[in-house]
């Protein structure tokens, strides 16, 4: 029986492989994430760490945890489906957008361009697995009171709100205004930002059942490429051809 | 008060509505729109396949007058034209208004995707906007003129495909089986030509020059027209929503029962089906009320409400079937539900823009020389 003490947490392994993936040309990195459903709790940590990590609005979502409940008593079992992207290889969104909006990199990640998009949301309808959100702008400080003294109140609390978030690499503030990425589909990318400053996406690191798994599959020795080998691995909606990059194992 | 009056304050309260939800819509963007980010598109989209249906409807309609020089339907061509006009005009201002930046439109034509279906139907609307436009003026000017004739010759076949490129627009998503049917983009211009010819019962029925001698039989034509549009449409549907359930997919089964029995049912029964559809079909079978300008005329009117209704059961059931079964509690917010019906904002900007475009067809009809001099 291996020494759990001893094992190293998959984190720090995940992490060497992060390091060896970005020594790599961004072309020769195919970023996998793996889902084992067999060790989420339905802790929604991942979800709030990516609404935290990417100052996501009231009504955008990029990574919900599906909630589904199986049989009847006293066989009954619950399973948790995280659902970020799919970045899959053959996106439907892609095509559709009437202003290449929206495309997948050299790494393989389907990215949005917020100053490119019109709003049009035609690539929300194409999304098999609902994967994008419209920003309408919302706030979660709309319509609460006032506060003064020391209860920390709407005008305190849209400091942070209004605070940039920094997807792409890019400081979007929130003026108050229409800016972007206001008006604009939205979707989980990976924590690309995160990625190229060494560190592995916000869901990943904040998995508290080590469920969501991250790394380059096109290194042989990484975590993720052992794992989508594996027979149990399997990708949502896969008769669509889309060709996922998140897959699940069950 | 004459009809043409009672009209024209119609259109005017509709607008002062449409003024209102213009100003919330300027002023708060999308945030009091019903639609979100499950049901994606809603009433405006659903107003702009209506919109763009007769337009392109009644540019192949003006095309019996100014191109094929049909002997009944003379004197129609330059009010078909207007229509179409007014009708495009209608359409673009819904689905921009729909845009999350308005101000980035001109992208569309500056840095376009010319593999899209969206970009080439934009493409084509702008093409066929500036084709009836020059038309219409042609026709005024110089109606026997060969330009004219060449223009609507190349007008033809854009007005198709415009009107079968919204059909592509939705046809082309694998992800909505309710849409992905391969036979959409053939379906819509027959939807196009059949709401062409209720707007035309309509223009010539209600507001129409009754001292024209054609008036009668040309109402009796497209009443006719109405009616052989109707059956076809009615067999679409039958095909569309029989063959739905028979292969008995879920998602496509949950669409269709959202049509016949969810939350816009009545939508489908009552507006769709009973006042768009069969009504019409009984009463301008009959050749005495389908020369009736009145009858004939407001049998239009049922069937526009009836295509406004179709063209909003297309776009929403689709869109209110999940697609993940658990998605409609796994995170809650603002946008974020499977239900909708059009907001106060939405409704609104929608009655302005009826009432603008309707307004325009009035203001045309009586300040355009659109009647041909032996009728007027």
């Known amino acids: ?250 | 008060m004459t009809l043409k009056r009672l009209a024209y304050v119609v259109c005017l309260l509709a607008l002062a509505a449409g003024a209102w939800g213009l100003y919330d819509r300027l002023t708060y963007g999308h945030q009091n729109a019903a639609y979100g980010s499950y049901v994606v598109w809603g009433l405006w989209v659903a107003m702009y396949l209506f919109f763009a249906g007769i337009a392109a409807g009644s540019f192949m309609l003006a095309t019996l007058d100014l191109l094929f020089h049909v002997p009944v339907m003379r004197g129609t061509g330059r009010l078909a034209l207007w229509v179409a006009l007014v009708s495009l005009a209608a359409a673009m201002l819904s689905i921009w208004l729909d845009l999350g930046h308005m101000e980035r439109v001109w992208k569309l034509y500056l840095q376009g995707a010319p593999g899209s279906v969206m970009a080439q139907m934009v493409w084509g609307y702008s093409v066929f906007g500036l084709l009836s436009l020059v038309c219409l003026i042609l026709a005024v000017a110089r109606p026997d003129g060969i330009l004219l004739r060449i223009l609507m010759i190349i007008g033809l076949p854009i007005s198709l495909f415009i009107s079968g490129a919204v059909g592509a627009l939705l046809g082309v998503e694998a992800s909505r089986l309710f849409w992905h049917v391969g036979l959409l983009p053939v379906q819509f211009p027959v939807f196009s030509v059949a709401s062409g010819v209720a707007a035309l019962l309509v223009a010539i029925g209600l507001f129409g020059p009754r001292q024209d001698p054609r008036r009668a039989e040309q109402l009796r034509l497209l009443g006719l027209a109405t009616i052989v549009l109707a059956v076809v449409k009615l067999y679409f549907l039958w095909a569309d929503f029989s063959q739905s359930t028979y292969g008995n997919v879920p998602q496509n089964v949950d669409a269709v029962n959202a049509v016949l029995y969810g939350p816009y049912w009545w939508a489908f029964w009552i507006l769709q089906l009973l006042l768009g559809s069969i009504i019409p079909i009984i009463v301008l079978l009959p050749a005495r009320l389908g020369r009736s300008g009145l009858v004939a005329g407001a049998m239009g009117v049922l069937v526009l409400v009836g295509f406004a209704a179709a063209r909003a059961n297309i776009v929403f059931p689709a869109l209110t079937v999940p697609e993940l079964e658990a998605l409609t509690t796994a995170f809650t917010g603002p946008h974020l539900t499977f239900d909708y019906y059009p907001s106060p904002m939405e409704w609104a900007v929608t009655a302005g823009i009826a009432g603008a475009a309707i307004l325009g067809f009035l203001i045309g009809q009586d300040w355009l020389p659109l009647r041909s001099k032996e009728v007027a």
């Open chain 1, 1 to 250: 029986m291996p020494d759990l003490l001893e094992t190293p947490d998959v984190l720090i392994r995940m992490q060497a492989d992060l390091q060896r993936a970005l020594e790599k040309l961004h072309q020769e990195r195919r970023w996998v994430m793996v889902l084992d459903l067999r060790k989420c709790v339905g802790c929604h940590a991942c979800t709030v760490a990516c609404v935290a990590e990417n100052k996501l609005p009231p009504g955008v979502v990029y990574r919900p945890v599906l909630e589904e409940e199986f049989g009847s008593y006293p066989n009954v079992t619950r399973r948790f489906l995280p659902r970020p992207c799919m970045q899959c290889e053959n996106p439907p969104c892609v095509p559709v957008c009437p202003v290449h909006a929206t495309y997948t990199n050299e790494e393989g990640v389907v990215v949005m361009d917020y100053e490119q998009c019109i709003g049009c949301r035609y690539c929300i309808t194409a999304c098999p697995y609902a994967a994008r959100t419209f920003d309408f702008g919302r706030t979660y400080t709309e319509a609460t009171a006032e506060a003064n003294g020391l209860i920390v109140g709407r005008s305190q609390a849209e400091v942070y709100e209004r605070a940039a978030n920094f997807e792409y690499g890019v400081a979007h503030e929130r003026r108050g205004g229409e800016e972007s990425p206001i008006g604009n589909a939205r979707k989980c990318h990976f924590c690309l930002h995160r990625l190229s400053a060494g560190m592995l996406p916000a869901c990943t690191t904040t998995c508290i059942g080590r469920a969501t798994l991250f790394g380059d599959a096109n290194d042989p020795d990484s975590l993720v490429a052992e794992l989508i080998a594996r027979p149990n691995a399997t990708r949502l909606k896969e008769e669509l051809g889309t060709h996922p990059r998140v897959y699940y194992l069950l």
